[in-house]
């Protein structure tokens, strides 16, 4: 294909605007051939420069590994400790920022969802814990497991950087990200003294389709955005938002149910904090491998294992992205069968449970 002018050139046009209505924002998205990581990358080398002072709020893995990226490029990385099984504390952030009455701290860095928990973190309550402490470091949220997934408002919300990447509530390949920029972020990109030419939005501003990737296009992985955009926009978004809601919340019914027994709950406490996209189990003194590997190698369905802290206590099941009742009702029949061959004790009848959940629901 022609990689400065036509078809592909509309392709770029349409996956951008197709941001804009995914991150809810007027403002400018940019399109890195890389993944998450390079998403974090391009977050905080246009806006920030070496020495300046960041405040990585945990959850979960994610913000952390953030956070430790962050290191690596030079800035000084502190972070307000937090609890996997619960979201950030807004009056523990307000504080944190209220201490810094100098306003040293550039960037504030926060995952909406956390993949390795499974929490979920109000970003508009987290902005007022920023706005009541009267502080003007730049609100950055990574919304790489949340994006298509669960509610995200940019704009309404004062987001400066929000970012995501293609492989999850996105539904493409990995290897792509997106990172958007408010106002406030476009000027501190002014000053930046860590703006490298790959990742640097005033260079992916120039007047040349080539220039937006800094490069030659990743052409594959933008038809597959702009059919996963598609897909999206036809079903409509806050459809596709309602039926994360729904399949959520029928997953975590059958592990209530499997839990009477004893032998696992879910990882965050609040049912008010649990995203919508991924539900993390903890086992109870047994080991989660063997239920893996018989879903896997025997129903032909990968759960995913714990990460992080609490690697190999217990497993996760994704329901993000491009997923239908019957492909999650598969997916919970097939762990509930795991229980019953393995003789991990739990309560018979979660997918019951999850069944009558989606059959009140719809
Ligand atoms: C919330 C979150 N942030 C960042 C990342 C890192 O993304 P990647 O693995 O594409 O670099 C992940 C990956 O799972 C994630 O879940």
């Known amino acids: 294909m022609d990689i400065y002018d036509g078809p592909l ?17 007027s403002h400018q998205p940019y399109i890195y051939a890389a993944n998450g990581h390079g998403a974090w990358d391009a977050a905080l080398s246009n806006t920030l ?11 979960g893995l994610f913000g952390t590994a953030w956070g430790e ?15 996997w099984s619960k979201p950030v504390d807004p009056d523990a952030l307000e504080e944190a920022l209220q201490k810094d009455s100098s306003h040293s701290i550039k960037a504030v860095l926060v995952v909406q969802v956390d993949t390795a928990s499974g929490v979920w973190n109000d970003i508009e309550r987290l902005r007022r814990a920023i706005d009541a402490a009267g502080h003007p470091a ?24 929000a970012l995501t990447g293609s492989q999850k509530g996105l539904m493409c390949p990995p290897g792509l990200s997106f990172v958007a920029a408010g106002p406030r972020a476009r000027e501190a990109h002014v000053s930046a003294g860590l703006r490298s030419n790959y990742m640097d939005w005033t260079f992916r501003d120039g007047p040349v389709h080539y220039h937006k990737y800094c490069g030659t296009p990743p052409e594959h992985l933008l038809f597959a955005f702009k059919a996963a ?14 039926r994360h809601a729904l399949l959520a919340k029928a997953t975590r019914q059958a592990i209530d149910v499997w839990g009477r027994a004893g032998a696992m709950h879910i990882m965050v406490e ?4 649990r995203c919508n996209s991924v539900t993390v189990v903890k086992a109870t ?16 369905v ?9 690697v190999g206590e217990g497993f996760r099941i994704g329901h993000m992205g491009h997923v239908s009742a019957a492909m999650l009702l598969g997916t919970l029949a097939s762990v509930e069968t795991g229980f019953e061959k393995l003789g991990i004790p739990h309560e018979k009848g979660g997918v019951t449970a999850a069944m009558a959940t989606l059959a009140k629901a719809v």
């Open 9 to 25: 050139v509309q392709t770029t046009e349409t996956c951008l605007a197709g941001l804009k209505k995914l991150f809810r924002t």
């Open 49 to 59: 420069s070496v020495g300046d002072r960041v405040l990585v709020l945990e959850s």
């Open 69 to 83: 990226a962050a290191k690596t490029m030079g800035l000084h990385v502190e972070t307000l400790t937090g609890d």
């Open 138 to 161: 730049l609100f950055m949220v990574d919304t790489i497991a949340s994006l298509g997934c669960m509610p995200f408002k940019m704009d309404e919300w004062g987001v400066d950087v």
């Open 229 to 242: 955009l598609e897909l999206i926009f036809d079903e409509g978004l806050e459809q596709v938002w309602h």
């Open 270 to 273: 609040d049912p008010a904090a």
């Open 285 to 300: 003194d047994w080991e989660a491998a063997p239920l893996r590997e018989f879903t896997q190698n025997i129903c032909g």
């Open 302 to 310: 990968t759960i995913g294992g714990t990460i992080g802290d609490g």
